[in-house]
């Protein structure tokens, strides 16, 4: 039972994080919204010591202004795709508080799930924001070649999947009784 209790706790602590992540990501792309508004109808009306912000960014921080609206446009999708894996990691725990226990055929299920979509959403961001950075150079040669990230969320996404399965067993296992379900290897 220690190590169901550890699990629990480590449930309550993903809950809270997605959920805390997922409104910084809300923020994030509000944040990323604005910024692109603003700095097409404001940029060049605010000025710092005589120099608009648009020529500072352009001065001090050698970046292009399409750079600049790319760079902003990739933040909101990401922050975007990021908000909604978050909200179905925050389901996935709230659902597995409910039950107890990890080892459901609906957890499994929703891990499954969960696995799944921490592959294709980041990758499906990557090729949206890889597409329309594309489209973006062919107009704009100036604009400089952004990172979108590494391949990180296909691991931790198989990772998912795995553990899933392994949470299936576990709830098979309970249903048809451990002792019945064990192959005779396993039977001491």
Do not use: W
């Amino acid at each position: 039972m220690k190590t169901l209790n550890t699990i629990q706790t480590l449930s309550k602590i993903g809950k809270i994080i997605s959920k805390v992540i997922r409104i910084l990501c809300i923020v994030g792309f509000c944040l990323c919204v604005v910024g692109i508004a603003s700095f097409a109808f404001v940029g060049d009306g605010i000025q710092v010591g005589g120099v608009t912000v648009r020529g500072l960014v352009e001065k001090e921080a050698d970046i292009t202004v399409p750079t600049v609206y790319a760079a902003m446009a990739t933040g909101a999708v990401f922050c975007a795709a990021e908000a909604v894996l978050c909200a179905f990691a925050e389901r996935y725990f709230k659902n597995e508080l409910a039950d107890g226990v990890p080892f459901t055929l609906r957890g499994s299920k929703e891990l499954t799930r969960l696995g799944v979509l921490t592959i294709v959403i980041p990758l499906c961001a990557t090729v949206v924001c890889s597409i329309g950075g594309a489209i973006a150079a062919h107009f704009y040669p100036e604009l400089k070649e952004l990172d979108y990230g590494s391949g990180a969320s296909v691991g931790l996404g198989v990772m998912m999947i795995v553990t899933a399965l392994i949470c299936r067993h576990g709830a098979e296992l309970t249903e048809a009784g451990a002792e019945n379900a064990l192959p005779t290897a396993y039977r001491e």
